[in-house]
C-alpha cells in the first residue's frame, strides 16, 4: 500500500513538472480584465543547486500603476486606470520600465517612473481556486537608491508564490516635504500604497491569491514594511509581512520634523537663501522645487547635504525618511502618517497580521562605509586609536539616535564589539560595528 502511493505522488509531480515545464504562446498573454491582454516573457529561474533543476516562469515587466507624477512632483501619486495599451490590443511587458531618479542620474532615468512588475510560475486559467500566494516585495537602497526590477524572480520562481516589485519614487522627489499641504511628503509612500492597491485589484489576473498577499522588503524597503503596518490607508490590503534589516522605529526610520533638513535642501537647489533677512514664505519655496529645479539638481542635492551632515557623523537620512504628517488636516488626500509608528504600536493598534523580522547579515556595512569614508577619513580618525577605543560606539550610537540612558552604550559595546572594543584597531573593530549599526 506504501508502495502504492508513493509511486503515485512521483507520477503526480511528473505531471505537474511537465506542465510546467514550458508555456504556449497563449500562456505568455494575461488577460488582464480592465487593463487588457498583457504579454510578458518566458524565462528560468536559477537552479538552487549545481546542475539542479530550473523552473520556467514568466515575466511581465514595466506596467504603469500610477500616473506620472511630473505634474506632481511630491505630491501623492495618483493611480492609473483603464487599458495599459491604449492604441493596440496587447500590452508589451517584455521589458523593465525605467528607473526613477538617483545618483549617478542617468539619461535612461526617469522622473516618470511608477511601474509594476509581476513574476509568476503559473499561468492563469481562470481558476479561482488554485491562486498561488503572493509576495509585494519593496526594495531597500536607503530610500534613495534601487529599483524594482532587480528583485526579478529568478529565486523566488523556485517557489509557489507569485513575487511583485515595483519602483517608487526615491530621495527628494520621494520624501521633500516642508511638513504643508503643498509639500505633504510621504510621496514614496504614497506610491507604495497605489503599488498595493493595483496588487490587490489585478493579481488574480497573474494567478496571484488577492486574499494571501505578504508585504516583505529589506533596509529602507522593511522600514517601509512597517509603514504599512500602521498607516490607515494600507489597512486590510495585506495578510502577512515580512521586514529585514529596518524598522519605522528605527531613528532614520520615521522623521518628525525635517523642516531643517528641508531648508538645508532647498537652498542648495537654489531655492532658498538662509543668509537672506526676508522671512522663509514655504510657498515660494515649494514653487521652485516643483518647477525650477531640475530632478539632477535635487539628487546632486541630496548628495552634498549627505555628504555634509556625513562629515559631522549624523547620517542624513532625516530628509528621505517617512514624516509624521503633523500639519493641519487635508482635504484632498488623506494623510499615510497621522502619528509616529511607536504610539500605534504601544497601543497595539498596527495591522493583527503575522510579522516576520530578521536582519539581513553584514547591512550594517553601507552604513559603515559612509561612516568610515565620510567621517573617519575626512576627519583623520582611522588610525586614532584613542578615538577608535574611547569614542567611537558612543558616536555612532549617538547618529542612530539612540540615547545614552542607563549606560546602554558600554553594554551594546560590549555585547557586540566584545574585548576589540578596547583595540582602537579599526581591523578588529568593524565587525562589531557593523552590527551596532544594523541590530
Ligand atoms: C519558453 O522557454 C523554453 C525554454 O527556453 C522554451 O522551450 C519554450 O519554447 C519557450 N516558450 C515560449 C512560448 O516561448
Ligand atoms: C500597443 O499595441 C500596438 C498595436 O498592436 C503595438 O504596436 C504597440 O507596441 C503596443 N504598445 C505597447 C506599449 O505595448
Ligand atoms: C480548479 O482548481 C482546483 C484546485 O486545483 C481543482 O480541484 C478544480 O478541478 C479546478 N477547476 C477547474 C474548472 O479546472
Ligand atoms: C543671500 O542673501 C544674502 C543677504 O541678503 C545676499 O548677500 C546673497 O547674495 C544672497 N545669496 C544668493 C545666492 O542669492
Ligand atoms: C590591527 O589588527 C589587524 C588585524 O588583527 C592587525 O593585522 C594589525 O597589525 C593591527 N594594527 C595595529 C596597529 O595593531
Not at 103 to 110: A, C, E, K, T, Y
Not at 173 to 186: A, Q, V, W
Not at 241 to 259: Q, R
Not at 407 to 432: C, H, Q, W
Request: glycine share 8%.
Amino acid at each position: 500500500m506504501m508502495g502504492f502511493s508513493s509511486i503515485y505522488i512521483v507520477l503526480v509531480s511528473c505531471l505537474v513538472f511537465s506542465a510546467h515545464a514550458s508555456f504556449t504562446e497563449e500562456d505568455l498573454i494575461a488577460d488582464a480584465g480592465e487593463l487588457g491582454r498583457i504579454k510578458g516573457v518566458n524565462l528560468t529561474t536559477v537552479a538552487q543547486s549545481i546542475n539542479g533543476p530550473v523552473t520556467p516562469f514568466i515575466a511581465f515587466r514595466g506596467m504603469r500603476y500610477a500616473e506620472s507624477t511630473i505634474e506632481r512632483r511630491f505630491l501623492p501619486s495618483i493611480r492609473a486606470t483603464g487599458r495599459l495599451n491604449d492604441t493596440g490590443d496587447i500590452y508589451d511587458a517584455s521589458s523593465a520600465g525605467l528607473p526613477c531618479m538617483q545618483p549617478p542620474v542617468h539619461n535612461w532615468m526617469s522622473e516618470d517612473c511608477l511601474t509594476i512588475n509581476v513574476y509568476t510560475p503559473k499561468p492563469y486559467k481562470g481558476n479561482d481556486s488554485d491562486l498561488l500566494p503572493v509576495i509585494f516585495f519593496i526594495h531597500g537602497g536607503s530610500f534613495t537608491i534601487g529599483e524594482g526590477n532587480r528583485f526579478n524572480g529568478n529565486r523566488m520562481m523556485n517557489r509557489d508564490v507569485v513575487l511583485v516589485s515595483f519602483n517608487y519614487r526615491l530621495g527628494v522627489l520621494g520624501f521633500f516635504t516642508l511638513n504643508n499641504e503643498d509639500t505633504p511628503g510621504n510621496a514614496a509612500m504614497y506610491d507604495i500604497v497605489n503599488a498595493l492597491e493595483w496588487t490587490r485589484d489585478y493579481i488574480r489576473y497573474f494567478g496571484g491569491d488577492p486574499n494571501k498577499i505578504t508585504i516583505a522588503g529589506q533596509s529602507s524597503g522593511a522600514v517601509a514594511v512597517t509603514h504599512l503596518l500602521v498607516s490607515p490607508l494600507s489597512r486590510g490590503l495585506f495578510q502577512g509581512a515580512i521586514a529585514n534589516s529596518g524598522t519605522a522605529l528605527a531613528a532614520w526610520g520615521t522623521t518628525e520634523n525635517s523642516m531643517q533638513g528641508s531648508l538645508a535642501i532647498a537652498e542648495l537647489s537654489g531655492c532658498y537663501n538662509s543668509s537672506s533677512t526676508m522671512p522663509i514664505d514655504t510657498a515660494v519655496i515649494a514653487e521652485c522645487m516643483r518647477t525650477t529645479a531640475t530632478t539632477t539638481t535635487l539628487v546632486t542635492a541630496l548628495y552634498t547635504y549627505q555628504l555634509m551632515e556625513r562629515s559631522q557623523a549624523r547620517l542624513g537620512f532625516d530628509v528621505v525618511s517617512p514624516i509624521v504628517q503633523s500639519f493641519d488636516a487635508s482635504t484632498s488626500f488623506q494623510k499615510f502618517l497621522p502619528e509616529h509608528p511607536q504610539q500605534v504600536f504601544q497601543e497595539g493598534r498596527q495591522a493583527d497580521v503575522p510579522l516576520m523580522m530578521g536582519t539581513t547579515r553584514h547591512d550594517g556595512s553601507y552604513v559603515l562605509g559612509e561612516y568610515y569614508n565620510k567621517y573617519l577619513k575626512v576627519n583623520n580618525l582611522i588610525e586614532d586609536a584613542e578615538y577608535l577605543a574611547q569614542e567611537s560606539v558612543a558616536q555612532i550610537l549617538a547618529s542612530l539616535g539612540i540615547p545614552n540612558e542607563y549606560g546602554v552604550y558600554d553594554s551594546i559595546a560590549k555585547i557586540y564589539l566584545g574585548d576589540s572594543r578596547k583595540t582602537g584597531n579599526f581591523s578588529e573593530m568593524y565587525p562589531g560595528f557593523m552590527d551596532v549599526i544594523i541590530i
